[in-house]
Each structure stands twice: as structure tokens, then as C-alpha cells.
């Protein structure tokens, strides 16, 4: 369903179908990107992104980009773009207010989450509220309070996200430096990035080291440390995590699907299936 | 005069909070006296696990919780498909919320209390393991 939502206090929501590719763009105001089916590629600078219904991606204010979509590939994109007002509201609540806020997130939470321009997996409670959200506008739902109080859960997910996926991995990195910790983590993110948009590429160490601006040897070190996978796992389960939707969700034969998520050989494929989720692949499409 | 309004939420009740300062001899009632099972565990309270239990002849589930003071908690659990939304039109209503929505493991929860000070606990159950 399409339809471009700007509310009285200038958010706005974006939900499109279908896809074209659309020259450079200025990203007005910090915005979540979400694709709840196909896929959508962005090209922010030297990055190539891509984006699936299993991750979002987040874009500050100012960037500039451009999108694309694979033909025939029908592609359903939802957008939230934050007013700077309403985002500068929330964070002043987040930090001085609201103690049931901060709860969830326990003491690493009191420094204030960055919005970092990388991929995050949309899993969880974020991917609830945004379901719920596009539902009650897809019924043509008008109350604005209603959609604010969506939009203000969103903020409180991304930042629990923040939390999960940043403060805490990097309390498991074995460097002195808070500072430092961080930064290795950013740039550990810029490495998911490029599998989670890359995942059906061969993916080699080397290009992956230097899309995060680090050596290999650190990146395998540190990779391992924050995430407790080795990069090649973290790759093969994001691949039968992305086998499990095209088996639910399309009709693709089983050897198709192989391919399309990057691996090469069916029966390794069948074999890393199974041990994972116990489960034959064609048995799972059958329950799905 | 009694006045009715027309219903726009979806909550219905799923579980009845059972507090106890001795767990174990509860749970044998429930168990062993009344024939309720054991079906899970659910956390509704920071830190603190209830039990769920269930018999075959009711739609509603019991949770006991093992607990020392018994005020200040939820007497009814309503579940609700969104919580969020549920959460804004009561309170547009008029309905006082003593905790707005918060997150737990159990999912996205808000508190609010009837005239008399009997508190209702809003409950939309999410999966986190999908």
C-alpha cells in the first residue's frame, strides 16, 4: 500500500511498493528504513547496501544516497523519518526522565545511544510496533497521538538495540580504552553490514577487513571476541536464517534456494540445515 | 444509571496472578489437590519467575508467583493483541495508568487501576525466539 504520511509535528512515514531506482537523495532528517518483502539496495558514498525484512537501516540526517531494486522483484518499503524537534524531545526524555525508560537497559544504557548510519537486525520488540504501526495505517488510521506513541517506541527500541548490539558487545572486547571499545565495535558493525548485504556473494576476509577498516588479523581477533562467532559462522547462519524465509515465504525449489543464499553445493546446504534447526529444509516448507 | 460503550478494544482475560509466601505447598494444592499442570514459566515481575499452570476444563491460566508482601500487584491479567494502542485509547478515555508501557521478557506491559485502586495488568505476549 503506498501512501507519504507528514504529521503535525513533521514526522513523516513512507510506505511504498514496487520499485524503481531513484537518483541521489538528500535524507532530510534522521530516518529507519525498513523493507518488509524483496529487497532494496542503497548506495550511501563508497558503501553498498542492502536491505532485507530481517534488518533495517538507519540514515542521519543530511546523508546523501541513492536506491535501487532488482526488476521484477517486488519490493515493499516502509520509511520513518524523525523531526529533529520530536527526536531532540525524546533523547531529553531518555537521559533525565522517565526512569521506567531506562530499566530495560541497566547502567551501560545512561550514555546516550549514537545513531550510527549501519544495518541492525529488525527482530524483537522494534519489529512489533513497526508491524502494528503500518497495520493501523494501512486501515487508514488518522490518530496522531496514537502514531507518536508508535513512532516514541520506536526511538526506545532502537536504543535497546544500541544497547544489545553496541554497549554490551563491546564490554566483551579485551581493550583497556572505552573509547576504543566502541570504535571497534562500529567498525565490527561495518563488517555485518557487508554480509548482511553481500550474504550471497563469495565473501573474502580480505574485502570484508577492508570495508571495516581493519587488519584481518584484528578482525578475525576482535569479530570473535565481540560476537562469540567466527565471521564465516556469523555468515552461514545469516544464510539459513535468509533460507528459512525464501523456503517459507516464496516457491522457489529447494536447489534454487541454495544458490540464492549463497551456497554451492545442495547437500552441504541440506546438511547445515538440518543440524541447525533439525529439520530437513523441504520438511520445513512443508510445516511452514 | 449504567452506561454502556461500545467495546473497540481486543483484551480478554488469560491469566489470574496467584501470590504466595509459600510456594511450594501452593503449587501441591493447585497440583495435586485440584488438578491443575505445570505448562511453563513466565516473568511479569523484574526478577521474580511465576509458574504457569493450567487445567483442562478452563480457558484461563494461573501463574503463581512466589511473593512475601502481597499489595501492590496485579489482580487481573488482560491480554491484548497491541498494547500500545489499547494503552492510548483507555487512557484518552479517561482510565489512570499507574505504569505506562514497559518492556518484559514476557512482552510489551502497562498497569492501570479501577476506582477502587484494583489494578489491571495490560499484557501484549510477544515471541522473542523467532
Known amino acids: 500500500m503506498d501512501y507519504s504520511k507528514v504529521l503535525r509535528n513533521n514526522n513523516k512515514i513512507v510506505s511504498r511498493t514496487g520499485g524503481q531506482g531513484l537518483g541521489v537523495q538528500h535524507n532530510s532528517d534522521l530516518s529507519l528504513r525498513f523493507v518488509l518483502s524483496g529487497n532494496e539496495r542503497y548506495d550511501i558514498g563508497r558503501r553498498h547496501l542492502s536491505i532485507y525484512p530481517d534488518s533495517f537501516l538507519i540514515l542521519n540526517r543530511g546523508t546523501k544516497y541513492s536506491t535501487e531494486t532488482d526488476a521484477g522483484d517486488p519490493v515493499q518499503s516502509f520509511v520513518i523519518n524523525f523531526d529533529q524537534q520530536f527526536l531532540q524531545d525524546f533523547k531529553e526524555c531518555w537521559t533525565f526522565g522517565d526512569e521506567k525508560l531506562l530499566d530495560k537497559g541497566g547502567d551501560a544504557i545512561s550514555v546516550q545511544p549514537e545513531f550510527s548510519e549501519t544495518i541492525y537486525p529488525f527482530a524483537g520488540d522494534i519489529r512489533y510496533n513497526v508491524f502494528h504501526l503500518k497495520q493501523h495505517l494501512d486501515e487508514g488510521m488518522q490518530d496522531e497521538m496514537l502514531i507518536n506513541e508508535y513512532l516514541h517506541h520506536t526511538l526506545i527500541n532502537y536504543f535497546n538495540i544500541y544497547n544489545d548490539e553496541v554497549y554490551k558487545k563491546a564490554e566483551k572486547l579485551d581493550f583497556l580504552n572505552q573509547g576504543t571499545k566502541i570504535e571497534i565495535i562500529r567498525r565490527l558493525n561495518l563488517a555485518k553490514e557487508y554480509m548482511y548485504s553481500n550474504y550471497n556473494q563469495n565473501i573474502n576476509l580480505e574485502d570484508l577487513a577492508e570495508h571495516a577498516c581493519l587488519s584481518v588479523n584484528h578482525l578475525l581477533r576482535t569479530f570473535k571476541q565481540a560476537f562469540g562467532l567466527t565471521p564465516h559462522q556469523f555468515l552461514i547462519q545469516l544464510r539459513l536464517k535468509r533460507s528459512l524465509m525464501l523456503l517459507k515465504d516464496t516457491r522457489y525449489p529447494v536447489n534454487e534456494v541454495v544458490s540464492m543464499v549463497g551456497f554451492e553445493c545442495p547437500s552441504s546446504f541440506i546438511r547445515l540445515f538440518r543440524t541447525h534447526y533439525n529439520i530437513t529444509p523441504l520438511k520445513y516448507r512443508q510445516s511452514a | ?130
Open chain 2, 1 to 130: 444509571m449504567l452506561v454502556t460503550v461500545k467495546t473497540i478494544y481486543q483484551m480478554k482475560l488469560k491469566y489470574i496472578p496467584v501470590y504466595t509466601a509459600d510456594f511450594d505447598s501452593q503449587l501441591n494444592f493447585y497440583t495435586q489437590k485440584l488438578g491443575f499442570k505445570v505448562t511453563g514459566t513466565m516473568t511479569f515481575h523484574e526478577g521474580r519467575e511465576s509458574t504457569v499452570i493450567r487445567s483442562d476444563k478452563l480457558n484461563v491460566a494461573l501463574l503463581v508467583t512466589n511473593n512475601d508482601s502481597l499489595s501492590d500487584k496485579s489482580n487481573i491479567i488482560l491480554n491484548t493483541a497491541d498494547c500500545l494502542n489499547d494503552y492510548h485509547k483507555l487512557k484518552t478515555a479517561g482510565v489512570f495508568f499507574c505504569k505506562s508501557p514497559a518492556y518484559l521478557p514476557a512482552g510489551l506491559v502497562a498497569e492501570f487501576m479501577d476506582p477502587a485502586g484494583n489494578r489491571f495488568m495490560l499484557l501484549e505476549e510477544r515471541n522473542y525466539n523467532e
